[in-house]
């Protein structure tokens, strides 16, 4: 990559910015929600209340460990802009 830096021309090489790297993390709390969501749509009335009340914070815990172990792939990474400049000397 630095030997394709270098053949860019100088003028080129302004407005380029560096990039962060971040992977994006599935949140258990957020699938369980859903997953509650939808039980509730079809089921009983404070249905939703009730279940999360039942879910131990160690349940919650175990499907984040899971979800990390899945979805710990560099598919799952972003990249972004920063407001730091390359310097192009």
Same mark, same amino acid.
């Given at each position: ?61 175990? @499907?984040?460990? @899971? ?10 990474? @972003? ?11």
């Amino acid at each position: 990559m630095r030997e394709q830096w270098e053949d860019i021309d100088v003028c080129e090489r302004y407005g380029w910015y560096i990039a962060e790297k971040e992977r994006l993390r599935v949140n258990a709390e957020d699938v369980i929600a859903k997953i509650i969501y939808d039980m509730d749509c079809d089921g009983y009335e404070d249905m939703e209340a009730i279940l999360w009340d039942q879910i131990a914070q160690d349940d919650i815990d175990r @499907v984040q460990n @899971v979800l990390d172990s899945i979805f710990d792939i560099e598919s799952a990474d @972003v990249y972004y802009q920063t407001n730091k400049k390359i310097d192009v000397i």
